[in-house]
């Protein structure tokens, strides 16, 4: 996560780099165990089951804009790494991959919508 700041090339620098990942993880572990609670919990107090397309759906679209968000901010913005080790050769494809997972996941959530109010 902060290859861009402490250089990997050297033991301290590969264990702060390694914490710092290893933290940035843990977290969100942590975020993503609250939002899969927060689900359950939702799903729970529901008459009927909530449908899985919207959820799956929106799920997918959170990660691409996680992913954007990532390559605009850490990799672009603040230059804390890359998508590869080296200068930013990928970080556009990083970029476009990121919004090509952003539509995928909108097309799912959308055909998820239709077919739950027709059906």
């Known amino acids: 996560m902060v290859s861009g700041i402490y250089p990997t090339s050297t033991v301290d620098g590969l264990r702060t780099n390694l914490l710092a990942d290893g933290l940035f993880s843990v977290a969100m572990l942590v975020v ?7 689900l359950w ?3 729970r107090r529901t008459a ?7 959820i799956a759906g929106a799920a997918v679209i959170g990660l691409g804009v996680f992913d954007l968000f990532d390559v605009v901010v850490n990799h672009t913005l603040l230059g ?5 080790d080296g200068p930013g050769y990928y970080d556009p494809h990083w970029a476009v991959i990121s919004l090509l997972i952003v539509a ?13 109010e027709s059906g």
């Open 32 to 38: 993503a165990g609250i939002g899969g609670g927060l």
């Open 41 to 43: 919990r939702a799903e």
């Open 48 to 54: 009927a089951p909530l449908p899985m397309r919207p």
């Open 80 to 84: 804390l790494h890359h998508a590869t």
């Open 104 to 116: 995928a996941g909108a097309y799912v959530y959308r055909t998820g919508r239709s077919e739950g």
